[in-house]
């Protein structure tokens, strides 16, 4: 199947999948293939034409956020060279709409781990405790459900490679289940309840909160803040914040929660409604760069 690209409709496929919001996704020549909620497909691109197979054109335009107005989304954000240096670049990156429950998984096992490292993880996770599926002569297995989770021994997960978040994973799964944690409902409120509620999960600090809020619940106003956005805003937006505050960070390698809170509240101020887009552009525009 096809999907015809407008220049009104810019997306890049591969800025989009390599750009670190992801990690269960296999680059083989042109093709790229994963699994999203129950359906494995597969996906490429030339010029302004998506060829898939696996899944149908509406599938696509929802995952990979083709109804995102793009251009005029670079008109709200674009509100200095740096960030417009990164959007010349990288123009076509989508964020993607990812299934939730998935990506918090995801981000809870991400904390302190290299993209290599998060998606052997999540690859051992799936293998181990996902239902298997198939796509032309390709083996793929979904993501485990909350269930499964909730059910597997710590030692079980531990040899998936999770060491200490283990048991976030398992206190996390068994509260999703027991509390009948509704994603649908958190994608309707706001970002400042939603957030609040992730917060109370186990393994879930304000990092993982405004990723999953960014990349599967519909808060495209999240900014979250890792070691590459720090060094952004310590690099481009010191005018923003006090003296006293950039030397402090400058000097340390670790974040303080009201630290992260003023960096992220900095984002979401300065960037507007669609603050996680600038965020995704500067954090890949600055990794690649490093």
Avoid at 17 to 36: A, I, N, Y
Avoid at 38 to 63: C, D, H, M, P, W
Avoid at 87 to 113: D, H, M, V
Wanted: include cysteine; charged fraction near 30%; aromatic fraction near 14%.
């Amino acid at each position: 199947m096809y999907i015809e690209l407008s220049s009104s409709r810019p997306f890049t496929l591969d800025f989009t999948l390599c750009c670190g919001q992801t990690f269960r996704w296999d680059k083989q020549g042109d093709w790229w293939r994963g699994v999203v909620g129950e359906e494995a497909f597969e996906i490429r691109q030339y010029g302004k034409t998506l060829e898939f197979e696996g899944v149908n054109a509406s599938f696509i335009e929802s995952y990979f956020r083709l109804d995102d107005d793009l251009p005029n989304i670079f008109l709200h954000i674009d509100k200095d060279k740096n960030i417009r240096a990164a959007i010349n670049e990288f123009k076509g990156l989508r964020i993607l709409r990812q299934e939730p429950w998935e990506c918090l998984i995801s981000y809870i096992c991400a904390t302190y781990k290299n993209i290599s490292a998060i998606s052997q993880m999540l690859a051992n996770l799936s293998r181990k405790f996902g239902e298997e599926t198939h796509l032309d002569s390709h083996s793929f297995y979904t993501f485990p459900k909350p269930e499964k989770l909730a059910k597997a021994g710590l030692q079980e997960l531990q040899e998936c490679g999770l060491g200490y978040r283990a048991k976030y994973v398992s206190e996390t799964a068994r509260l999703v289940c027991k509390k009948a944690f509704d994603f649908e409902r958190l994608k309707k409120t706001t970002y400042e309840k939603a957030r609040e509620e992730l917060l109370d999960l186990p393994g879930v600090g304000p990092k993982v909160a405004d990723c999953v809020l960014l990349f599967s619940l519909e808060k495209l106003e999240s900014f979250p803040v890792d070691v590459w956005i720090r060094r952004v805003i310590l690099k481009y937006y010191t005018k923003h914040f006090s003296n006293e505050f950039i030397k402090r960070n400058s000097a340390r390698e670790s974040l303080s929660r009201t630290d992260y809170e003023k960096l992220s509240y900095f984002g979401r101020q300065y960037f507007g409604s669609h603050a996680g887009y600038a965020q995704e552009y500067l954090y890949h525009h600055e990794r690649t760069h490093r």
